[in-house]
């Protein structure tokens, strides 16, 4: 099985819905896959690739609104389009509350399904991608030594040299050295990217110091 394909999940426990939505989509390309209940769903192999939910609200053993968590629990962060025929303004206002990335109404037209679908993917594209950046600042961070670490901490919350030397009992020179490899290997040019990777690993702009 290619864990790396793009695949549409369709999870709703009316078979004809399944089908007709299944078909559907194939016809427009996408590769498929249907299932009648979100433990259907997570019985499947672990999908390691792209993809997106299309999912009834009301299922049976696990409703579609608190599928979220047990997608979490899974490891999986994929983007649902809930549908319903059951629509009103509370389910819909609580399923894009969720994280929803749409809320149709059964039956549901062609092009919205499309749509709703190819946002959703655009979504979960973007996402990764945002996740694979930060997985990557995080190995950089890793691949620093305890001092420079220290040293990016208190470059990241605005201390200059000096008092970096100050806060750590070292000389402004070895200070100095270790930001020019901090820089180095977190692969920045600027104090500017240096912050905005950091902001990424979760490193806060905290511990001020006044200027000395």
Do not use: W
């Amino acid at each position: 099985m290619n864990t790396d394909a793009t695949i549409v999940f369709v999870v709703d426990d009316d078979v004809s819905v399944r089908k007709s939505l299944g078909r559907l989509l194939r016809v427009a390309g996408f590769s498929v896959e249907t299932f009648a209940s979100v433990p259907d769903f997570l019985n499947r192999e672990h999908h390691g690739g792209a993809g997106c939910l299309v999912m009834d609200v009301r299922l049976p053993e696990v409703s579609g609104l608190e599928a979220g968590a047990k997608l979490s629990q899974a490891n999986y962060r994929l983007p649902i389009v809930f549908i319903s025929g059951y629509a009103d303004v509370s389910t819909s206002v609580r399923a894009m509350k969720s994280g929803a990335v749409d809320f149709l109404a059964k039956p549901v037209g062609e092009d919205d399904l499309l749509a709703a679908v190819r946002a959703a993917l655009d979504r979960e594209r973007q996402q990764r991608q945002i996740r694979t950046e930060v997985d990557q600042i995080l190995q950089r961070v890793a691949s620093l030594t305890p001092r420079e670490q220290e040293v990016l901490h208190h470059v990241v919350a605005g201390q200059l040299n000096k008092q970096i030397a100050v806060r750590l009992g070292v000389g402004e020179k070895t200070i100095k050295v270790h930001r020019a490899r901090v820089m180095e290997k977190m692969e920045t040019a600027t104090l500017a990217d240096l912050v905005r990777a950091a902001g990424k690993a979760g490193i806060p702009k905290t511990d001020r110091q006044p200027q000395l």
